[in-house]
Nanobody, 125 residues
Framework: QLVESGGGFVQVGGSLRLSCAAS????????TAWFRQAPGKEREFVAG????????SYEDSAKGRFIISRDNAKNTVYLEMSNLRPEDTAIYFC????????????????????WGQGTLVTVSS
């Protein structure tokens, strides 16, 4: 089970930290990823981190503004978002696959089996 928290309303240029708490056994060599979905748009990959290696990947617009990290002891993945823009407004979901997921399959939602309920981020200008 994945539970997100930390969304909210923020002004342009502001910051938020999202958390994704995972219950149950985390699998080795699997990623936990953040996706987001804006109204009328498809769900898109934002960032992902491998539980075992710590390997990270970001979607282009997140690079330099967002930081994904993990706390293995707490089974929690974080997404630190800064310099937020109106186009970052979306529901943010964390996701994990059922089993191992090779890197090239990280970027689409279909590789993921477990999803959180989502947390809304609204960036106002």
């Amino acid at each position: 089970q994945l539970v997100e928290s930390g969304g909210g309303f923020v002004q342009v240029g502001g910051s938020l930290r999202l958390s994704c708490a995972a219950s149950g056994r985390t699998r080795t060599n699997t990623p936990t990823a953040w996706f987001r979905q804006a109204p009328g748009k498809e769900r898109e990959f934002v960032a992902g981190i491998d539980w075992t290696s710590g390997s990270i990947s970001y979607e282009d617009s997140a690079k330099g503004r967002f930081i994904i990290s993990r706390d293995n002891a707490k089974n929690t993945v974080y997404l630190e978002m800064s310099n937020l823009r109106p186009e970052d407004t979306a529901i943010y979901f964390c996701a994990a696959p059922y089993n191992r997921l090779i890197r090239s399959n990280w970027y689409g939602p279909h590789g993921y089996y477990y999803w959180g309920q989502g947390t809304l981020v609204t960036v106002s200008s």
